[in-house]
């Protein structure tokens, strides 16, 4: 763990969280705006990376525990006036709550079985929304009363400090022999429970430490954006974009995730000239990216490293 | 009355789901691939249906026919430019190839759905029924374009029944969906019985998306459903069992008919989804699977 301070990727990892938090001083509202939400994401795949990459579990819902999370800090805000920071704290909590009962089915069913589990989930939480629309607003979304700030100076170093410090705690612990073990589970989870390791425990717990992240995460994304709809939290299509981010960046890195999900927002941003075809071509490079480089950006440069 | 109105369209929303998840869980259980790009290729054949009858004025049998053929063909893009690759890469290993087919086909799925978006706009469109009029069964007034869609997809199972079980190409699928090294050392090559496949997997998929687009209409918005549904269902019935799928897809289908009619249709997906997740619970290999 000690010899990881000395690592090129670390002295890289911290050049880039500098030269980031120098960005206010230069550019635009509009940029910020843009990276603070990719922050954010990155956080989400990140989460999304410590499960399925390490605990091997095929999680196509994590809009579920991002949902949980962003809508019960926006709930509890918009409806009963609590206040932000209560809100984000049990926005949280919610989603760790959610993330065990995620965990109920991965430790009875595997692969694509658990995979439709999940995915159900979404779907399950989606129409609980449209059903519940005196609560949750329904299809319209919810609109949040209080934001954290509106400095978007201010609210760019909340993103980038709370990426910065989730990839830290998450990076962390996939290095740890606790993400040993979890990698083990993944892979041969027979033997390594032979190996006397406690695998459900191990298990529970990457799901409440992924579930926490996502929800805090989506949480502070609610404050942020001052709504929570289900086309920004919820919807499938946002959990796939998690996904991508993290395939993209490369599995089992974590740190990746987080590079591949700024990618993906920057570069949709990017094509929005392009109009209705920037969704194509963003999905276009990153099966390229699949087919050719199936490490990822991450894993592709790692791998040139260790070659050399 | 109402009983049998419910008996009736559900039977045909029924046929119709059982069609578009019979390819899907044939591809399982043969190569081991989850097809995520199942609901764009449907929704293809269904719009390029629309489009050749109502622009090009070929007829609606012709219009149909391109529906089929243009499954066809994005199917083995499918196959050949997404999973294939995939499965040969040495820079995968073998216990990630599975989730790497899924993003994959995924990735590959929505490409198909913006592309259509973008020549054929998300608005929703309805294929010129092949049948037209109504007719009065059992006292309800019902589409003669329901019961043609009924009557084509129990005939298609059908088929793909006989084909299957009784022609050589068709024992050579079913052998190597039980051991595909044992059907190597008898000479076959796999990668032929894979195109056979996906070929019948086209068609099916093809059938169902044009007459899915007769009875409901698509929008490039079902892709995400269509492929949902098509995945739950087979699931439910047991990944790689056809005849699982066959049941599932009839309980599916009653069930969400059965809700639309007597509670109300915003709750539709909701009970089925429900008994999904039980069934996981108590029975995580589904209805019939075998593992």
Redesign the interface.
């Known amino acids: 763990m000690a010899s990881f301070f000395t690592t090129r990727l670390f002295f890289i990892s911290l050049a880039l969280v500098v030269i980031a938090a120098t960005l206010p001083l230069y550019v635009s509202g509009y940029v910020l705006g843009l990276l603070t939400v990719a922050f954010y994401f990155g956080v989400f795949a990140m989460a999304w990376d410590l499960l399925?990459g390490f605990a091997g579990e095929?999680n196509f819902g994590p809009t579920f525990l991002i949902g949980v999370g962003a809508y019960t800090a926006g709930i509890l805000n918009a409806q009963f006036g609590w206040s932000v920071y209560a809100c984000i704290v049990l926005g949280a909590l919610a989603s760790v709550i959610a993330g065990l009962v995620l965990a109920l089915?991965a430790l009875?069913?595997r692969?694509?079985?658990f995979?439709?589990?999940t995915?159900?989930a979404v779907?399950?939480l989606q129409?609980f929304i449209?059903?519940f629309a005196d609560l949750t607003g329904g299809e319209i979304g919810l609109t949040i009363p209080d934001v954290i700030t509106i400095n978007a100076g201010a609210n760019y170093w909340i993103a980038l400090g709370f990426m910065t410090i989730s990839a830290a705690i998450l990076y962390g612990l996939s290095q740890s022999p606790i993400g040993l073990v979890l990698q083990a589970s993944g892979?041969d989870p027979v033997q390594a429970g032979a190996l006397g390791f406690n695998i459900v425990k191990h298990k529970l717990a990457a799901f409440i430490v992924s579930a926490f992240f996502s929800g805090l995460s989506g949480a502070l994304l609610v404050f942020y954006f001052g709504t929570a709809s289900v086309g920004t939290v919820v919807d499938?299509?946002v959990g796939?974009n998690v996904?991508?981010s993290a395939?993209l960046g490369g599995r089992r890195t974590v740190l990746g995730a987080a590079l591949g999900a700024i990618f993906l927002i920057v570069a949709g941003e990017f094509l929005r000239p392009t109009g209705?075809?920037a969704?194509?071509i963003v999905?276009?490079v990153?099966?390229l990216v699949?087919?050719f480089f199936?490490?990822g950006f991450l894993g592709a440069a790692l791998s040139r490293e260790a070659r050399s | 009355m109402r009983a049998f109105q419910i008996l009736i369209d559900g039977f045909a929303i029924s046929a119709l789901y059982a069609l578009g998840a019979t390819g899907f869980t044939l591809i399982f259980g043969v190569s081991g691939v989850l097809n995520l790009s199942h609901g764009a290729i449907m929704v293809a054949a269904a719009v390029a249906a629309w489009a050749a009858a109502s622009i090009l004025n070929v007829g609606t049998y012709a219009g149909a026919l391109i529906g089929v053929g243009v499954a066809l063909l994005t199917s083995f893009a499918t196959y050949f430019a997404v999973v294939k690759p995939i499965q040969d890469s040495r820079r995968i290993p073998n216990e990630e190839k599975e989730i790497f087919v899924l993003t994959g086909t995924l990735l590959w799925g929505i490409m198909v759905q913006e592309v259509i978006a973008y020549f054929f706009t998300n608005n929703a469109k309805t294929v010129l029924p092949i049948v037209e009029g109504v007719v009065e069964i059992l006292g309800v007034r019902t589409p003669r374009n329901e019961i043609f869609t009924a009557i084509v997809c129990c005939f298609v199972i059908a088929l793909l029944w006989l084909l299957v079980n009784r022609t050589r190409t068709g024992k050579a699928v079913l052998a190597a969906s039980m051991n595909p090294r044992g059907v190597t050392l008898l000479g076959l090559e796999l990668t032929n019985i894979y195109v056979v496949v996906w070929a019948i997997y086209g068609i099916l998929a093809g059938i169902a998306g044009v007459l899915l687009g007769m009875f409901l209409g698509v929008s490039s918005y079902s892709v995400g459903p269509l492929t949902a549904s098509a995945f739950s269902i087979v699931v439910l019935g047991g990944l790689g069992s056809v005849s699982g799928s066959l049941i599932a897809a009839f309980v599916v289908g009653y069930l969400e008919t059965l809700t639309a009619y007597l509670v109300s249709p915003a709750y539709r997906t909701i009970p089925a989804l429900l008994l999904l997740v039980f069934v996981m619970y108590i029975r995580p290999q589904g209805l019939l699977g075998r593992r």
């Open positions: 399925f095929v089915p009875r069913v692969g694509p079985y995979g439709l589990t995915l159900v779907l399950m129409n449209v059903v892979q499938v299509a796939v996904i991508v395939v209705e075809f969704t194509f999905s276009a990153a099966l699949v087919l199936p490490g």
